[in-house]
């Protein structure tokens, strides 16, 4: 016999009790998270620092971007029975909001700490492409490597100096992301 599985809905999730930690809702099924590790929350800022940066040179250009505000640690609600917090996030330009941002951001990136699992991972990844993400970021600190992902495209990894289709003309260096 599996495992019993208690699904909740948007609502019943908003009424949860505050608590330590994050939580995040996937089709239905609660996620809690422990707070993350010094280590992460660097490397999610150095991200977040990159991304406002290119954001500033590309407007400062004249560049029509597709993109609206970076952020760090913001939730989305993505369907009915989802609400998930990537790390670091771009919207999209105009995203719909109302109590939360609506729909997934134009990029969500993924920090994979040891309290996530591949399977919670790739649902996450799915969860935001199926919203409507041009581009999902999962990055594995450990092992040094990000892998991007964009729908129906094949996933792609890299490790060091990468670029993004999201952000054309700005390399990131994921050592120097990592080494905060």
């Known amino acids: 016999m599996g495992a019993v599985r208690t699904l909740l809905t948007f609502e019943q999730f908003e009424q949860l009790p505050d608590k330590d930690g994050r939580r995040e809702l996937l089709e239905g099924e609660l996620i809690e998270l422990p707070p993350p590790f010094i280590e992460h929350d660097e490397?999610?800022?150095?991200?977040?620092?990159c991304f406002n940066a290119a954001l500033k040179q590309f407007?400062?250009?004249g560049r029509d971007v597709p993109l609206g505000k970076a952020y760090l640690g913001?939730?989305?609600?993505?369907?009915?029975r989802s609400y998930l917090i990537p790390?670091?996030?771009i919207?999209?330009?105009?995203?719909?909001r109302g109590r939360y941002l609506e729909g997934s951001p134009a990029l969500a990136v993924e920090v994979v700490s040891e309290s996530n699992t591949a399977g919670e991972m790739s649902r996450k990844v799915q969860a935001y492409l199926a919203g409507g993400a041009r581009e999902v970021w999962v990055i594995y600190p450990d092992e040094?490597?990000?892998?991007?992902?964009?729908?129906?495209?094949?996933?792609?990894?890299?490790s060091g100096l990468f670029q993004s289709d999201l952000l054309p003309g700005i390399e990131i260096d994921l050592d120097e992301i990592l080494a905060a």
Request: charged content about 10%.
């Open 59 to 61: 407007r400062a250009q």
């Open 74 to 80: 913001v939730g989305y609600r993505l369907a009915t």
């Open 144 to 158: 040094r490597l990000i892998w991007i992902h964009q729908p129906s495209q094949p996933p792609q990894a890299y």
């Open 87 to 89: 790390d670091v996030s």
């Open 43 to 49: 490397g999610a800022h150095q991200l977040l620092y």
């Open 91 to 96: 919207s999209h330009a105009n995203q719909p």
